[in-house]
């Protein structure tokens, strides 16, 4: 697995990501400026009330034995140094086939596709499963609870891991180096966003 070269020592989390998905300059205005966003907006916040939701409504035994999978660890917090990320995995599924596999919860309902902000979440928990549990990571796996339980596969390629690296190599670029990215191609997300007046 391809390693970021480079020499910071900086970590982020999953969440950063995601938050670099909705829109880059996030990063920068957190990181830079140190400017937090309004506690109602907060991405984290929300994300947590999320997991409380998701906890309430899922029957996880069910899950696990529709995905046959041999033992399970729930709440796992990792970090990986090489690829400069660490973040909370709802669950690490050990497979039959001697491969791991990412379950993340969604308090929300199925609606025809798999947002890219899911995909890359899983996609990142991926690189560290195999990191630090030295186990193949071929997919991942999201549970909707607001569709009866519904689960999606996702088969991981090798261009999503490359692609999840070039975002982290982004992210780091700007929290160490200060440069100012890119704003996000919809014009609608700038509508609410709390960074609005001060966004160039
Ligand atoms: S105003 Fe738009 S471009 Fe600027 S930070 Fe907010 S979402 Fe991003």
Redesign the pocket.
Known sequence: MEELESESSTIITISDVLEYL??P??IY?MYCLDIPQHEENRFKVIKGRDVHKKRQMTNREYVRKKLNCISKESEVYVVSKAHHIKGIVDEVLFLEDNTAAPLEYKFAEYKDKVFSTYKYQLVLQALLIKENYNIEVQKGYICYTRSNSMIKELAFKLSDFKKANDIIKDIIQIVDKGKYPQ??KS?N??ID?C??NI?A
């Open positions: 909705f829109c300059r996030f205005f704003a996000t014009k997300k700038c966003c960074y609005r966004c």
